[in-house]
């Protein structure tokens, strides 16, 4: 279930990162107009959960497009680091049967990935204005989540 929060932010962060550039680069300068969220937000399958992550974390009045994804990749960030203490808690916990250690472990290592790699990238592009490649690292982070919750429906099978 974690993981599918993720890949909704990251959903909702790549709705962000499909603007145009041309209307990104501008963003960056200046504020847009309000309903930026509120437009972004409809794109999604979840509205008003994604309304509610980007007001409640962000505290900008008149975001602009790198402001609603930096407020994302925070967002992103937190959300993997507590999946990430909650697998290593399962791992620690009871002994597991060897296929749901071996995907808890799995996990472990894409959420590690997700954390170390793929937001630190995406933030300091975001930073550096190169929208695309923040835009790729956030199709990683959530291919790596995909794949977590693939691997415990494998197990099923």
Known sequence: MKSLMLIFLLHVLLQIMRLPTSQC?????QPMDENLMERTCKQTHFHDLCVSTLQSNGGISSPNVQGLAIIMVKVLQAKATNTLRHINSLL????KPGKVKQALSSCADKYDAVIKADVSVA???LTKGDYKFAQTSANDAANEAASCEAGFSAIHR
């Open 92 to 95: 620690q916990g009871n002994p």
């Open 25 to 29: 680069a501008a963003a960056v300068l």
């Open 123 to 125: 933030m300091e592009a």
